[in-house]
C-alpha cells in the first residue's frame, strides 16, 4: 500500500532560523512526484515544492528546500530564514498513477 | 475570478437537510476533485472526475453524490449526512493526460458542521 508519514503533528521555529519537516512514504513504484504543501489558516493550499523522484538534484524554491533520499523514501522539507507568513499546516504528498496519497500534516508555528 | 472557488464556506445542517456544495475552476484543467479533510488524518479523495467522467469514488457513502456538468464546475451533493461527515471539504483541480505533473489547485474549502 502507498502510505506517507508525517511523524511531526508540530513543529515550532523562531523567527529567521531554518526549520525541517520530515516526511517519509512507502512505495513499490520506481516512477512518481513528491510534493510539499501549505495550508495556511482558513486559506487556500497551495504548492511548496515539488520533487521528481527520476531527479536526483534536490529541488529549491527560494527559501524552501528538500531533502530527497529515494532509497530512504525519504522527502524532508528545509525553510530557511522562517517569516512570520510561513506558519501553517504542511502537507507532504505523492503521486503515482493518477493517484495522489498525502500524509497527515504538520503544523508549524513561527515565533516572533 | 482566478483559481478555484468554493461555495459556501460555511455549512450547518441537520441530519434531514439536503445541501450541496459547489466548486468553479477558472484554470482551464481537464479534471476536477473532491477532498474529505479531518484532523489529523490525511485527505481522503472522494470522487474523481477527469474529462467530465467519474473515474474513482472509493467506496465514498450514497449519502455524497457528485455531479460534474462541464470540465470547470463541480458538485458534492449532500442528504441525510451524519455528524462523522462534519469535516473540511476540499475541491481541486488539475490537468490530466500527457505530461501532468500531479500538481493539485485547490479551493478554500467548505467547512461542513452536521448537527
Known amino acids: 500500500a502507498q502510505t506517507v508519514t508525517q511523524s511531526q503533528p508540530e513543529m515550532s521555529v523562531q523567527e529567521a532560523e531554518t526549520v525541517t519537516l520530515s516526511c517519509t512514504y512507502d512505495t513499490s513504484e520506481s516512477d512518481y512526484y513528491l510534493f510539499w504543501y501549505k495550508q495556511p489558516p482558513s486559506r487556500q493550499m497551495i504548492l511548496v515544492i515539488r520533487?521528481?523522484?527520476?531527479?536526483?538534484q534536490n529541488a529549491t524554491e527560494n527559501r524552501f528546500s528538500v531533502n530527497f533520499q529515494k532509497a530512504a523514501k525519504s522527502f524532508s522539507l528545509k525553510i530557511s530564514d522562517s517569516q512570520l507568513g510561513d506558519a501553517a499546516m504542511y502537507f507532504c504528498?505523492?503521486?503515482?498513477?493518477?493517484?495522489?496519497?498525502f500524509g497527515t500534516g504538520t503544523s508549524l508555528t513561527v515565533i516572533p | 475570478e482566478t483559481g478555484v472557488t468554493q461555495t459556501p464556506r460555511h455549512l450547518v445542517m441537520g441530519m434531514t437537510n439536503k445541501k450541496s456544495l459547489k466548486c468553479e475552476q477558472h484554470l482551464g484543467h481537464n479534471a476536477m476533485y473532491w477532498y474529505k479533510q479531518s484532523a489529523k488524518k490525511p485527505l481522503e479523495l472522494m470522487f474523481v472526475?477527469?474529462?467530465?467522467?467519474?473515474?474513482e469514488n472509493n467506496s465514498v457513502p450514497s449519502r455524497f453524490s457528485p455531479e460534474c456538468p462541464n470540465s470547470s464546475h463541480l458538485f458534492l451533493h449532500l442528504h441525510t449526512l451524519q455528524p462523522e461527515d462534519s469535516a473540511l471539504y476540499l475541491c481541486?483541480?488539475?490537468?490530466?493526460?500527457?505530461?501532468?505533473?500531479?500538481?493539485?489547485?485547490f479551493g478554500e474549502g467548505s467547512r461542513l458542521t452536521v448537527l
Open positions: 520533487q521528481e523522484a527520476y531527479k536526483q
Open positions: 504528498a505523492y503521486y503515482t498513477g493518477n493517484q495522489f496519497y
Open positions: 472526475y477527469s474529462l467530465e467522467e467519474r473515474v
Open positions: 481541486a483541480s488539475s490537468q490530466d493526460g500527457t505530461g501532468h505533473t500531479g500538481e493539485l489547485f
